[in-house]
């Protein structure tokens, strides 16, 4: 998309959330959105677009079940001088609920996995209290 070069990192960030909100969300799911003036080079704001996509498709097509104060954030803040961090969150029933190892084998996961790859990143998950989802990379 040819507009796409003119928008800011945040819009591009807020476009992706409230559209993938809009095709997989089972219900109505609040968004806080919080990201830092950063700038990125266009490649790797793709290849971020695309994991933040992709971890939210999970929580909203997974999280909430019909529950009807349904969250997530997402946030990209700088990490020291020279990283940054993505964190998107849900409020969702967690990962206690899924067979064992089950969220580790999927589709999706190998998906985010290859994102955070492709960044030269590193991810935790931390799956009580609804899903989040850490990701550090160089900010270069």
Same mark, same amino acid.
């Given at each position: 998309?040819?507009?796409?070069?003119? *928008?800011?990192?945040?819009?591009?960030?807020?476009?992706?959330?409230?559209?993938? !909100?809009?095709?997989? @969300?089972?219900?109505?799911?609040?968004?806080?959105?919080?990201?830092?003036?950063?700038?990125?080079?266009?490649?790797?704001? *793709?290849?971020?677009?695309?994991?933040?996509?992709?971890?939210?498709?999970?929580?909203?097509?997974? @999280?909430?079940?019909?529950?009807?104060?349904?969250?997530?954030?997402?946030?990209?803040?700088?990490?020291?001088? @020279?990283?940054?961090?993505?964190?998107? +969150?849900?409020?969702?029933?967690?990962?206690?609920?899924?067979? @064992?190892?089950?969220?580790? !084998?999927?589709?999706?996961? +190998?998906?985010?996995?290859?994102? $955070?790859?492709?960044?030269?990143?590193? *991810?935790?998950?931390?799956?009580?209290?609804? $899903?989040?989802?850490?990701?550090?990379?160089?900010?270069?």
């Amino acid at each position: 998309d040819p507009l796409a070069r003119e *928008m800011s990192v945040h819009d591009q960030i807020e476009q992706v959330v409230l559209q993938t !909100r809009e095709v997989t @969300a089972k219900g109505p799911v609040a968004c806080d959105i919080r990201i830092a003036p950063i700038p990125l080079e266009t490649g790797r704001l *793709m290849t971020l677009v695309l994991l933040i996509s992709e971890i939210l498709t999970n929580s909203f097509k997974h @999280a909430f079940d019909g529950r009807e104060d349904a969250r997530v954030l997402v946030e990209l803040a700088e990490d020291g001088p @020279a990283h940054l961090r993505l964190t998107v +969150a849900d409020n969702g029933k967690g990962l206690g609920e899924a067979p @064992a190892g089950a969220a580790a !084998r999927g589709l999706g996961t +190998a998906i985010i996995r290859g994102f $955070v790859s492709q960044l030269n990143g590193r *991810m935790t998950v931390d799956g009580k209290n609804g $899903v989040t989802t850490v990701v550090t990379f160089p900010a270069g």
